[in-house]
Nanobody
């Protein structure tokens, strides 16, 4: 059974921290890179952080130095430590397997999504 369960979101003031967690079940999540994706109403999904099965990471420019993605393959979990949060980090955060980037630089995701976890950062 394919399942994604995100948690750890909340409301914080700018400069605060949150740690997001994602529990997965399903082979697709164990054998592929995983990502945290941010959704802002009216905007497209944005890949925030990505981690390969071997632990290599990459981040969108706006979160570099503030966010850290990690995964525990034995426990089928993925985490996102978010420090020095800014109002522009506000959104619903999802985790998922990630494919790409393709030759246009786009990432692609499986069709199955969890419920996400909401992060609200006030100034």
């Amino acid at each position: 059974q394919v399942q994604l369960v995100e948690s750890g979101g909340g409301s914080v003031q700018a400069g605060g921290s949150l740690r997001l967690s994602c529990v997965t079940s399903g082979t697709i999540f164990r054998v592929n890179p995983m990502a945290w994706i941010r959704q802002i109403p009216g905007n497209q999904r944005e890949l925030v952080a990505r981690i390969t099965t071997g632990g290599n990471t990459n981040y969108t420019e706006s979160v570099k130095g503030r966010f850290t993605i990690s995964r525990n393959n034995a426990e089928n979990t993925v985490h996102l430590q978010m420090n020095n949060l800014k109002p522009e980090d506000t959104g619903v955060y999802y985790c998922n397997a990630v494919f790409g980037p393709d030759r246009d630089g786009n990432y692609h995701y499986p069709n199955h999504w969890g419920q996400g976890t909401r992060v609200t950062v006030s100034s």
